[in-house]
């Protein structure tokens, strides 16, 4: 029994081992790409593109499926062609990862051409990313969000801020540099607590009114500068519920292209349930209310087309699992 043990531990380590370093060698080919210019330029020629369009990606309809295609290099191509200065639209590429194959993967934003012919050509459309993440595959959602994020950095990074002169991406869009000061700006990311709030029985759940009918989600905030988690998640549940944390632990964290580039840093937080009555700011919410068990159960189930009642009114959904907000309300299910 023991050598049995001994050889499946072993056959483990070895498998350990071997998708250790291919992440490794993964993490260090693509940091190869931001690094060296030549090399990058020349895995664009071998390369598979993700198209947008003004920062919406362009998905398939197969059944009742949304597929994110991957276009080759020459496919690409073959798109730009039918428009001027096809050879600089490709270098308007950004890289935004690659296969365990080493084969890079970019984004390209073709949001100055017209649309509809690249639609027609390649028989699908580009939709707004806070829908595509609906409806694509778990797999493609993390992608889509980043290479939405890093094109839109670029888009609003044209320009240095200390002398107003234009600056140049590399090949990558890994950096972009200003020539005339020297200065080399690098892609960031804003710090967001969001946080599903419980007083031991019940968890609370809000809605802005910008959110679509009937949505309920964990509150959520920027973290001032200087604010460590903590006191980020306890400012914010006291700004917007009016409620005091007794404690709260951490869960996870996620990327999330909106309103820019976030990290979502998702926490849970107690309240005293003797102190659990609502002050909403209504600057901020629309709604804050406390959710029982059932209703978390049946919030889950119900997808949004399905909330409208036959009085106009909308009953209660949650965001997509998608989301990290998702998580932490399954987490708080769970729990229970």
Request: aromatic share 8%; proline share 5%; hydrophobic share 35%.
């Amino acid at each position: 029994m023991a050598a049995v043990y001994q050889a499946l531990h072993r056959r483990a380590s070895s498998l350990f081992c071997r998708l250790h370093s291919t992440y490794v060698r993964k993490m260090r080919y693509l940091n190869q790409l931001k690094e060296d210019d030549s090399l990058c330029r020349q895995a664009q020629t071998s390369g598979t593109f993700y198209l947008f369009h003004n920062l919406s990606p362009f998905l398939q309809k197969v059944g009742k499926k949304y597929l994110v295609p991957q276009l080759t290099a020459a496919e690409t191509r073959q798109i730009l062609e039918k428009f001027p200065e096809a050879e600089q639209w490709m270098e308007k590429s950004v890289l935004i990862g690659c296969s365990d194959e080493h084969r890079p993967r970019f984004a390209l934003d073709l949001g100055a051409l017209d649309k509809s012919v690249i639609e027609s050509e390649l028989q699908g459309s580009f939709t707004d990313l806070r829908k595509a993440l609906f409806v694509v595959d778990g797999e493609d959602s993390p992608l889509l969000a980043s290479a939405q994020s890093l094109l839109r950095w670029h888009e609003s990074h044209q320009y240095c801020s200390k002398t107003g002169q234009p600056t140049e991406k590399n090949p990558a869009g890994s950096k972009r540099v200003c020539h005339a000061s020297g200065v080399t700006y690098y892609p960031q990311m804003s710090p967001v607590v969001i946080t599903l709030v419980s007083d031991g029985s019940q968890c609370l759940l809000a809605r802005q009114p910008s959110f679509p009918p009937g949505m309920f989600t964990a509150l959520s905030g920027f973290c001032d500068l200087g604010e460590n988690v903590e006191e980020a998640v306890r400012r914010e549940v006291a700004e917007e519920v009016g409620l005091e944390v007794e404690s709260l632990h951490y869960s996870a964290s996620q990327h999330w292209p909106f309103p820019s580039s976030s990290l979502m840093i998702a926490c849970h937080a107690l309240v005293g349930a003797q102190q659990a009555e609502i002050s909403m700011d209504t600057l901020e919410l629309e709604e804050a209310r406390w959710f029982g068990l059932e209703e978390i159960v049946e919030g889950l189930k119900r997808e949004p087309s399905s909330s409208k009642q036959d009085d106009g009114s909308f009953l209660p959904w949650f965001p997509p699992k998608q989301a990290i907000a998702h998580q932490l309300i399954r987490e708080w299910l769970q729990q229970q």
